[in-house]
């Protein structure tokens, strides 16, 4: 089993920043990938941002420019660096991992950190 403890979300004023952190524990060989999406109430959960081993990094177009997802490989910890945020970008953020454990290949979620982006 892996878990995930998300942090750093919160209260922004429009424009301002904020970095979310993820680290993932349990019995992890290595990452494949680390992500970040992200729901808003009513609406469908959306990819933010991912950083896939050996490969590289997509974005939601809606964010290019502006987030940038890194990760610390010795932490098991992803980051995502929101700036300029926009109210419309107020939702629960939700970390995602795909990771190799023992035999397996688990895919496994955060809880999700709120972030409101006032006007």
């Known amino acids: 089993q892996v878990q995930l403890v998300e942090s750093g979300g919160g209260l922004v004023q429009a424009g301002g920043s904020l970095r979310l952190s993820c680290a993932a524990s349990?019995?992890?060989?290595?990452?494949?990938?680390m992500g970040w999406y992200r729901q808003a109430p009513g609406k469908q959960r959306e990819l933010v941002a991912l950083?896939?081993?050996?490969?590289?990094?997509n974005y939601a177009d809606s964010v290019k420019g502006r987030f940038t997802i890194t990760r610390d490989i010795a932490k098991n910890t992803v980051y995502l660096q929101m700036n300029s945020l926009k109210p419309e970008e107020t939702a629960v953020y939700y970390c995602?991992?795909?990771?190799?454990?023992?035999?397996?290949?688990?895919?496994?979620w955060g809880q999700g950190t709120q972030v409101t982006v006032s006007s």
């Open positions: 995602n991992v795909d990771v190799r454990t023992g035999l397996r290949r688990v895919v496994s």
């Open positions: 950083v896939t081993s050996g490969v590289g990094t």
């Open positions: 349990g019995s992890i060989l290595s990452i494949n990938a």
